[in-house]
Nanobody
Framework: QVQLVESGGGLVQPGGSLRLSCAAS????????MAWYRQAPGKQRELVAR???????DYADSVKGRFTISRDNAKNTMYLQMNSLKPEDTAGYYC??????????????WGQGTQVTVSS
């Protein structure tokens, strides 16, 4: 069984910063691509940023230059540093990972989400 657990969300003023973490645990052989998604009320879930196992990254245009995704493969943990936060960044943030349970078996997992609210 594999679990992804997010932490680090909260209430922050516009212009502020938060750092989200996503820790994977369980019977993990390895982890391929990981990503952060977000979903605001009444909107579809959208990709925020993703990172390969080699460290290549990709960002949504709306967060480029403000958010930084990273990962620590030794700790099976992914991070999202969010700076210059705007009210429109308010959403539930979810981590996703393609987890190898063996060298041949890859499965998709989601975390339970952490709420980020940007408001004065």
């Amino acid at each position: 069984q594999v679990q992804l657990v997010e932490s680090g969300g909260g209430l922050v003023q516009p212009g502020g910063s938060l750092r989200l973490s996503c820790a994977a645990s369980g019977s993990i052989f390895g982890i391929n691509a990981m990503a952060w998604y977000r979903q605001a009320p009444g909107k579809q879930r959208e990709l925020v940023a993703r990172i390969t196992s080699a460290g290549s990254t990709d960002y949504a245009d709306s967060v480029k230059g403000r958010f930084t995704i990273s990962r620590d493969n030794a700790k099976n943990t992914m991070y999202l540093q969010m700076n210059s936060l705007k009210p429109e960044d308010t959403a539930g943030y979810y981590c996703h990972a393609y987890v190898l349970l063996s060298s041949r078996h890859e499965y998709s997992y989601w975390g339970q989400g952490t709420q980020v609210t940007v408001s004065s």
